[in-house]
């Protein structure tokens, strides 16, 4: 369960920087523009966070085309949450990115402990 939550709360996490680096949501979540250095910057991390979700995934098990169907699925969920997120929530958003970092430490500890 802690390693779902952990490829979960990347995802989210990867998404919300792609949804940063959106001039769209750049205005719903900073209430402005952000400038190209930092508006690439948020798309780098947030392909780099999905990117780690999938490795999280991979090295889980050794059956690689369940771990990439694994991933897929997180992914549909994760895209769910922070898309339904920014449209009817959009003050909250920071709130699920807070809590989508404390949960991948927690998860990651308990994953290693």
Known sequence: ???FILVWALCNLGFIA???SM???QKQIFKRELDAQ???LA???GWI???LGLISCLIYQDSVSNMISYWLGVLSFSA???GLSL???ENHIKTLALASVVFTVISFALIVI
């Open 43 to 45: 798309s780098v991390i």
């Open 38 to 40: 930092k508006t690439r």
């Open 80 to 82: 769910l949450a922070v």
């Open 87 to 89: 449209s009817y929530f």
């Open 18 to 20: 792609l949804a940063c």
């Open 23 to 25: 001039s769209k949501h």
């Open 49 to 51: 966070l999905l990117t």
């Open 1 to 3: 369960m802690s390693w």
